[in-house]
């Protein structure tokens, strides 16, 4: 068995190893610029959309939030109320 005295060269030489390395380097720089996920890519909570919701160009009804909170209490109130009346009537009808 005989031994080579040096290790052949690498196919291509020098110039293919710069060039694969180089590529190498361009394929990790726009891995590194992708964006990681959707939010960071401006999908499901970008500013954009998010705005169009309070601006007058958002197609729907306009409602004031103001009036969005006196409805709310008043629909906690008739349902308390409700469970009250539920209450005292059961108590009265009961005995």
Do not use: C, W
């Not at 052949?8 to 990790?28: D, E, K, L, N, W």
């Not at 890519?41 to 004031?64: F, N, P, R």
């Not at 008043?74 to 005292?88: E, Y």
Request: overall charge positive; cysteine-free.
């Amino acid at each position: 068995m005989s031994t080579p005295a040096s290790a052949p060269p690498a196919p291509g030489g020098p110039r293919s190893a710069v060039r694969r390395r180089a590529t190498q380097q361009h394929q990790q720089n726009v891995a590194n610029q992708r964006p990681s996920s959707t939010r960071a890519a401006g999908a499901g909570g970008s500013s954009s959309t998010m705005l169009k919701l309070y601006t007058d160009e958002a197609a729907g009804l306009i409602v004031d939030p103001m009036v969005v909170m006196v409805l709310s209490i008043g629909f906690i109130l008739s349902v308390v109320a409700l469970h009250i009346i539920a209450k005292i009537t059961n108590k009265l009808i009961g005995n």
